[in-house]
């Protein structure tokens, strides 16, 4: 009886449509009656003449609630590898521009309190803030060790391209202007999976870090070039139970901090697709937003390339609809010969509306330009 009984429970869960990201996410002010509407409040090269990125933030923020957006996407507030770094270096997540840390104690935008003030004017006039998460690598360590590592093939990152050797990398972290404030976590080679520098014999690669306690790439990853858990700098291994609990505390720690209401995921493709799902389910928890919203970044124009992190996820994040700025760039090449018909031929927004945060252009496709009142 119990077989029969489970059979039809498995039976119903599988017949039912599968959980979708919108509607059960925050979109902006509660008593909001418009459709929602983001805004990225920055590019590349984003400067501005006269104050700080977070002073003109602030105010810009009643214009911007007057025009109708709901949401407003400003640039990783952590603090970058280097003065001017956009925060996509990342050095330090748990500096906001408080610390004397990496030849500033402000980041390229400004300082904490200044941060924090934009956003208190935001919450003021109806306006949601989220938080640019970049969780996938880190740069700028402090210390170099010396550890085994494999070069591989950096078209097919699953073909060694060499012997385990010992070489030297950038992968200490000690922030010593933070100290333990916050966070008392310190990184180490132990908590990374890749870098791409051997100091010790000046070269350039994709080196896979071997040795007691590393796993190898994450297999929860998107499967270009072999395996695309390596993108950049130094990156993190998110099976590490040291780093699961940094992470998970950092973004319940930012969203209590800044009173943001949710995040933009960047580079989603190049990290563990199970430590993703359980940020945001515990963050969600923690922070006591329920309703907290989420947008990924999987950059593809591919959308069959995309569906199926969309089903992996199950509603738990939106995703920025990139085939369809692709279709957008090429309609903007084609001119008046492209049939806008088509448009919306093989986008989430078509396929998956419900999971579909649409955009025409971001910081990693406009041409970069110095801010100019």
């Known amino acids: 009886m119990n077989v029969w009984a489970d059979l039809k429970s498995f039976l119903m869960a599988a017949l039912q449509p599968p959980p979708v990201a919108l509607p059960r996410m925050r979109l902006g002010p509660e008593d909001n009656q418009d459709n929602a509407l983001m805004m990225q409040f920055f590019t590349w090269d984003a400067l501005h003449p006269e104050m700080s990125w977070w002073k003109h933030l602030e ?12 949401q407003v996407w400003p640039p ?23 610390f004397d840390q990496k030849g ?37 360590a402090d210390r170099m060790e010396t550890f085994p590592a494999v070069p591989v093939n950096p078209t097919n990152r699953l073909k060694d391209a060499g012997h385990v050797r010992d070489i030297k990398g950038w992968t200490a972290f000690d922030f ?25 014999s000046r070269t350039r690669g994709v080196f896979r870090i071997a040795g007691p306690g590393h796993k ?22 998110f099976r590490h139970a040291g780093v699961r609990k940094d992470l998970l505390d950092w973004g319940a720690w930012v969203l209590e901090t800044t009173g943001a209401t949710g ?11 199970k430590f993703l799902i359980d940020f945001i389910a515990t963050v969600r928890k923690r ?19 995309i569906l199926p992190y969309i089903r992996a996820f199950r509603g738990e994040t939106a995703f920025f609809d990139v085939p369809l700025h ?48």
């Open 287 to 305: 922070s006591g937003q329920p309703k907290l919203f989420a947008v990924a970044e999987y950059w593809s124009g591919d959308l069959k390339s």
């Open 263 to 273: 995040f933009r995921l960047d580079a989603i493709k190049h990290i563990d697709n």
């Open 216 to 237: 190898g790439w994450s297999h929860n990853v998107d499967r270009e070039l072999g395996n695309y858990d390596y993108l950049l700098g130094i990156d993190i291994d």
């Open 76 to 98: 990783p507030p952590n603090k970058a590898s280097e003065k001017t770094g956009r925060g996509y270096d990342a050095y330090d997540l748990w500096d906001l521009g408080e």
């Open 59 to 70: 105010s810009e923020l009643p214009e911007l609630s007057k025009m109708g957006f709901t």
């Open 326 to 373: 692709m279709n957008f760039n090429q309609a903007s090449k084609i001119g008046r010969r492209y049939d806008l018909r088509t448009i919306f031929d093989n986008t989430i927004v078509k396929v998956k509306p419900n999971d579909a945060v649409t955009f025409v252009d971001n910081h990693d496709t406009v041409r970069s330009y110095r801010f100019v009142v």
């Open 176 to 200: 010593p202007g933070r100290g333990n404030k916050y966070s008392d976590f310190r990184w180490t080679q132990e908590h990374f999976t890749g870098v791409d520098w051997d100091h010790k």
């Open 104 to 140: 500033s104690i402000g980041t390229r935008w400004g300082t904490r309190e200044e941060l924090l003030q934009a956003c208190k004017v935001a919450s003021q006039q109806g306006v949601d803030i989220l938080i640019d998460a970049v969780l996938n690598h880190k740069l700028g």
